[in-house]
T-cell receptor, first 115, second 117 residues
């Protein structure tokens, strides 16, 4: 079974600085998808970024980018120019490409942005 | 805007009193999911529908049931809520077709926070 590990329960960053959240996963599959979701306190789970395993190029969405290292099974999220609104719980998630609908989540990293 | 809607946002029920949570979507996605999320934990998948096909997770208690009368709506029924069922319940949708960027991505509703007294 696939597992997703987020080794940093909490992280903090100064406003306008850059922070990297770590995620590693374990799978024997070659076809899969990886996601980062953001969940602000008492608010909706929002997709931040997604990465298809077959793509070598790292995904980027504005200030958010990933470092996808397939051989190392690592999928870190970099947030540049951090803003107060980035404060949230961030979940890394894995989805098999083989038809299983299940998202496997990590336990999350709580990000605090200090003004 | 296309979206996933959950009603109510907050639900209070009594121990043992059946409760139904509602999810609707305007995305026309063929897959709908129900997750349970307890405080400071990751979401846990309860079950999902692929069109009309119901897929239960092996460890989902029998106390939890679901209905999907049409593409747009899906309901979560908790037959006899216990104190341990107090949680945030998240509905999500995804499409196995459509644009490559959106395919296989799950989109979440705002959740219903259930309190059991």
């Amino acid at each position: 079974a696939q597992t997703v590990t987020q080794s940093q329960p909490e992280m903090s960053v100064q406003e306008a600085e850059t922070v990297t959240l770590s995620c590693t996963y374990d799978t024997s599959e070659s076809d899969y998808y990886l996601f980062w979701y953001k969940q602000p306190p008492s608010r909706q789970m929002i997709l931040v970024i997604r990465q298809e395993a077959y793509k070598q190029q790292n995904a980027t969405e504005n200030r958010f980018s990933v470092n996808f290292q397939k051989a190392a099974k690592s999928f870190s999220l970099k947030i540049s120019d951090s803003q107060l609104g980035d404060a949230a719980m961030y979940f890394c998630a894995y989805r098999s490409g083989g038809g299983s609908e299940k998202l496997v989540f990590g336990k999350g990293t709580k990000l605090t942005v200090n003004p | 805007d296309a979206m996933v809607i959950q009603n109510p946002r907050y639900q209070v029920t009594q121990f043992g009193k059946p409760v139904t949570l509602s999810c609707s979507q305007t995305l026309n996605h063929n897959v709908m999911y129900w997750y349970q999320q307890k405080s400071s934990q990751a979401p846990k998948l309860l079950f999902h529908y692929y069109d009309k096909d119901f897929n239960n997770e092996a460890d989902t208690p029998d106390n939890f049931q679901s209905r999907r009368p049409n593409t747009s709506f899906c309901f979560l029924d908790i037959r006899s809520p216990g104190l341990g069922d107090a949680a945030m319940y998240l509905c999500a949708t995804s499409s196995l077709g459509g644009l490559a960027g959106a395919r296989n991505t799950q989109y979440f509703g705002p959740g219903t926070r259930l309190t059991v007294l």
